[in-house]
């Protein structure tokens, strides 16, 4: 923030994020439908100008709202998937793990910081993509083969993962919970 924005002082909430996704897409590549969804789990902060006080809280959460916009996903066929956002969040990826019967889940941390108009959006959250792939043919549920991992899941649709390309992720509308005044200066 520049030096006029500090001078008249500030105002940072706390929110804390749902535990629903914040963004999702399906695509359907004839025989395959693929779902890729993102959860960030966490707190972030919004710091904005104190004035006007009348709407100080609907700006941040204007500003909060921009936290999964513009989300992309590229290389979902592999072991470690390219995330990024429009906001230019930070994605490091620390673990990968299958659930039971058809969903990779990859884990890390997300570093946020953002700037929309005269707020600041900041804060380090967990994140995790969700990434399922369902044959046509295959009931609603498909068999599960017993490993305690199923990585076979994995390994009999890669090639259909692999051809997907890059997916754009549409922000999911999360219920703006109380913002929690955290600071003032």
């Known amino acids: 923030m520049g030096a006029s924005e500090v001078s008249r002082g500030c105002v940072a909430f706390g929110y ?19 779902t890729v969804s993102l959860r960030l789990d966490g707190e972030i902060q919004v710091t904005a100008p104190a004035e006007p006080a009348d709407d100080v809280r609907t700006r941040s959460l ?13 290389g979902i066929g592999s072991s470690a ?24 889940a990859f884990t890390g941390i997300c570093d946020v910081h953002y ?5 600041v959006v900041r804060g380090r959250v967990a994140y995790a993509l969700d990434v399922s792939a ?15 991992d199923a990585r076979a899941w994995f390994v ?17 509308p999360f219920a703006p919970g109380p913002l ?3 600071s003032r200066r």
């Open 134 to 148: 369902l044959p046509h043919r295959e009931p609603a549920v498909p068999p599960w083969d017993g490993s305690p």
């Open 156 to 172: 009999r649709h890669d090639h259909e993962l692999s051809s997907v390309g890059v997916m754009v992720l549409k922000a999911v």
């Open 81 to 104: 998937p390219r995330i990024s956002t429009g906001a230019g969040h930070s994605f490091t990826q620390n673990g990968r793990m299958f659930r039971p019967p058809n969903i990779v």
């Open 115 to 119: 700037t929309r108009g005269d707020s």
């Open 16 to 34: 804390a994020l749902p535990r629903t996704p914040v963004a999702a897409a399906s695509v359907d590549i004839g025989h395959v439908a693929v």
């Open 62 to 74: 204007a500003a909060l709202r921009d936290v999964a916009t513009g989300v992309m996903v590229g």
């Open 180 to 182: 929690v005044e955290v």
